[in-house]
């Protein structure tokens, strides 16, 4: 008897409530991840975002959207966003950039920094003519 008891607990177990249990995934974590946290004025951002949801556009001061969120045409990845973007022309600081997925929001921060001068860019600049004479002394 106690066999038949055994058997029959077993199978219980077995039953498609129980296995239903303990076969569904649970559900993914969603993040808003960039390719770097801090930049320049015109340098590359990639944007990363995990949502098996609908996801809004990203929202921020900080980055200027070239390529929006979208899913691998190629199926890679489903539950993952990609788009890029460059560090916007705005005071230096930090920002927020978020998205929300599936009406959840996700946020992180963002640090532009000072614009970085450019090369051959003079630092100070001259005050008034160069004193070279007006030719008179000849």
Request: aromatic share 4%.
């Amino acid at each position: 008897m106690k066999i038949l008891s055994l058997t029959a607990a077993g199978l219980l177990a077995l039953t498609p409530a129980a296995a239903a249990q303990t076969t569904t995934p649970p559900p993914l974590p969603t993040w808003l991840n960039l390719s770097v946290y801090s930049g320049h004025p015109g340098e590359k951002v990639s944007l990363t975002v995990a949502c098996e949801g609908e996801a809004s556009p990203i929202t921020t001061k900080a980055l200027r959207v070239t390529a929006p969120l979208d899913r691998n045409a190629e199926g890679h990845q489903p539950w993952a966003l990609f788009g890029e973007s460059v560090v916007a022309a705005v005071a230096p600081g930090t920002y927020p950039v978020s998205v929300r997925c599936a009406r959840k929001p996700l946020t992180v921060h963002f640090t532009v920094l000072a614009a970085k001068p450019r090369p051959g860019q003079v630092k100070v600049l001259p005050h008034g003519a160069p004193r070279t004479g007006d030719g008179s002394a000849s």
